[in-house]
């Protein structure tokens, strides 16, 4: 498929259609990283950065009720050097 470099303010620009972005498995404002590699250029989604807060927004005290898998786990004797 071939795409034009546009001007856009002091920058330059490609358009990716619907069909590309059905390719990428992206849509309109998700970020992709872009790297050259013997003149060819790869575009493909960016890694998610998340902060603690994005992490920790789930985590309620009723999803964090030991389970009796957990118990057993947690009063599991070392068996190696876990703590030396």
């Known amino acids: 498929m ?4 546009q001007s856009w303010g002091n920058s330059a620009a490609i358009r990716l259609n619907k069909g590309l972005l059905n390719q990428l498995d992206v849509e309109v404002g998700v970020s992709l990283d872009a790297e050259v590699s013997g003149g060819v250029l790869h575009l493909k989604p960016a890694e998610p950065v ?3 807060d994005d992490l920790l ?3 309620t005290r ?5 389970d009796d898998e957990d118990s ?3 009063d599991t ?3 190696g050097k876990e703590f030396k």
């Open 57 to 59: 927004v789930g985590c």
């Open 50 to 52: 998340y902060t603690m």
């Open 2 to 5: 071939e795409l034009k470099i």
């Open 72 to 74: 057993q786990w947690l």
């Open 62 to 66: 009723e999803n964090m009720k030991l």
């Open 77 to 79: 004797v070392p068996a």
